[in-house]
């Protein structure tokens, strides 16, 4: 358990994400009744996979999975302004939640780069690994200056966060921790950061001047807050889920963005529904906003740096090969085709270094316990069957992947060209602290298992010689 102190009268930060995670989840149940829908589908789809699949649910239940699956959830928010991004991270840490990674969606024609806040220990991350996808608006990209002002002005004004959050979150740096009681309240109030308003603080010639520079921004300068914009189960089988969206009566997404369907998932494949059309009160006029939508994902092993490189090059191969990106017809058919590079048996994601994996000791294994594989290479124990390696989940985002969302949920077709920007120091500078880089963090997990399997090992020579 991962207490940001050992005093046992402040509750564990896995315990405040566990508890903020349900009330999000509640909260956006209420809001958006599709997402119960689809929460209830991947429930059905994933009873059904860890059933038909006994190798899935063996892999799942030895990497401690299983109990993770059915509350995890991932959720993306748009903020404004530098000081609301710093506060956001002060916000998350009391939940465990720390910035990973960084993502230039300017590539991709959208005005925003990002940040996931999420756990990052082993321990934590099996406890509840709640996400939030946090993406800060690059007002420099509004090219009316007198827009982008504007754009600024209103910003300035508003507080996202209630007067109580504040001081809790301030009180919990100071002491290390919140009490039973702190803890709900915190809850509570951080919550509200994160609810829907159907009044926006603007009118509406503001509004449509706003959405007219992008529909980004309009989202996030014309409203109370950075209102969820969706919450995302896992699921154990995105194409039969997909398949099972339209008799749900959602309206899903045509292609399944990120790798194609494998024998050895890997990253992260998502879908979505269309976001809904919702109606909004100006201040001097109704209107209509499209933000909120439904999302489902499916997760599988970490690439290394290599890996990575692989699997960018094969995707840049297929969106080259026609203009339409992902939604072109054949696209599907090509992903696969082009895909067929990468390797699809674990052993030789591994042995290639394509992957990470957590090395630990096999049943079988620890049976024999005999003196001599105290020094033995990982490979021999691998292939005398006395260690096992089981995948590393990803456990973050894909930038295209995730421009393919935005463009899919802002309700239109258009697709802004803004100048390839990437700018992580003045995202760090907002942020007030750097983002962990994602795959050191798989990286250090994996070594860590090693180096527990070499304890364990030089343990039982010992034991043996005694
Ligand atoms: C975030 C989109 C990114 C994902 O799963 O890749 C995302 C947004 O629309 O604000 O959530
Ligand atoms: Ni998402």
């Known amino acids: 358990m991962s207490n940001m102190n050992s005093n046992s009268s402040f509750v564990g930060t896995d315990e405040v994400r566990a508890r903020f995670s349900h009330a999000m989840s509640a909260m956006y149940r209420q809001e958006v009744p599709q997402y119960g829908t689809l929460v209830d589908l991947v429930?059905?789809?994933?009873?059904?996979?860890?059933?038909?699949?006994?190798a899935l649910r063996a892999q799942l239940a030895r990497a401690g999975e299983l109990e993770r699956l059915d509350v995890e959830r991932h959720g993306a928010i748009r903020v404004g302004t530098a000081a609301e991004l710093?506060?956001?991270?002060?916000?998350?840490?009391?939940?465990?939640m720390e910035p990973v990674g960084y993502y230039d969606l300017s590539v991709a024609g959208v005005p925003v780069h990002s940040t996931a806040f999420r756990p990052v220990g082993d321990a934590a991350l099996l406890a509840n690994p709640f996400r939030v996808f946090t993406s800060l608006l690059r007002l420099e990209l509004i090219a009316d200056p007198a827009l982008r002002q504007k754009a600024a002005d209103i910003l300035a004004r508003r507080c996202i966060f209630t007067p109580r959050a504040l001081e809790l979150i301030a009180q919990c740096e100071t002491a290390g921790g919140l009490s039973a009681a702190d803890a709900d309240a915190f809850v509570r109030e951080a919550l509200e950061t994160f609810r829907w308003h159907s009044t926006a603080?603007?009118?509406?010639?503001?509004?449509?001047?706003?959405?007219?520079?992008?529909?980004?921004?309009?989202?996030?300068?014309?409203?109370?807050?950075?209102?969820?914009?969706?919450?995302?189960p896992r699921t154990l089988d995105i194409d039969a889920a997909q398949a099972a969206m339209p008799a749900r009566g959602m309206d899903a997404k045509?292609?399944?963005?990120?790798p194609p369907r494998r024998n050895c998932p890997i990253l992260l494949r998502q879908t979505s529904f269309k976001a809904l059309q919702e109606t909004v009160r100006f201040t001097d006029d109704e209107g209509a906003h499209t933000a909120r939508f439904g999302e489902i994902e499916q997760r599988g092993v970490a690439l290394t740096r290599k890996g990575r490189a692989l699997y960018d090059a094969l995707l840049t191969e297929v969106r080259d090969m026609g203009h339409a990106g992902s939604a072109a017809p054949d696209y599907a058919q090509r992903l696969q085709q082009v895909f067929r590079a990468f390797p699809d048996a674990?052993?030789?994601?591994?042995?290639q270094g394509l992957a990470f994996y957590r090395y630990s000791l096999s049943a079988c294994g620890r049976a024999q316990a005999a003196a001599d594989h105290a020094d033995a290479g990982l490979e021999q124990l691998l292939a005398r069957g006395w260690v096992q390696a089981d995948p590393i989940t990803y456990e973050?985002?894909?930038?295209?992947?995730?421009?393919?969302?935005?463009?899919?949920?802002?309700?239109g077709?258009?697709?802004?060209?803004?100048?390839?920007?990437?700018?992580?120091?003045?995202?760090?500078?907002?942020?007030?602290?750097?983002?962990?880089?994602?795959?050191?963090?798989?990286?250090?997990a994996q070594q860590r298992s090693i180096d527990q399997l070499r304890a364990e090992l030089r343990r039982a020579a010992v034991v043996e010689a005694a």
């Not at 429930?43 to 006994?54: Q, R, T, V």
């Not at 710093?86 to 465990?96: D, K, N, S, Y």
């Not at 529909?215 to 996030?220: G, Q």
């Not at 973050?396 to 309700?411: C, R, T």
């Open 43 to 54: 429930a059905d789809i994933n009873s059904h996979a860890l059933s038909a699949e006994p």
């Open 86 to 96: 710093e506060t956001l991270r002060r916000l998350f840490a009391v939940m465990g």
């Open 201 to 232: 603080t603007v009118d509406a010639g503001t509004y449509r001047a706003l959405q007219a520079s992008h529909r980004l921004v309009a989202d996030v300068v014309c409203f109370r807050g950075p209102h969820i914009n969706h919450l995302t």
């Open 254 to 258: 045509d292609v399944v963005e990120g």
């Open 346 to 351: 674990h052993d030789a994601l591994r042995a």
């Open 396 to 411: 973050d985002f894909l930038p295209v992947s995730a421009a393919g969302i935005f463009q899919s949920n802002l309700g």
């Open 413 to 444: 077709e258009e697709q802004k060209q803004y100048q390839a920007h990437a700018a992580q120091q003045s995202f760090e500078a907002a942020l007030g602290a750097r983002v962990h880089d994602e795959i050191a963090l798989y990286e250090a």
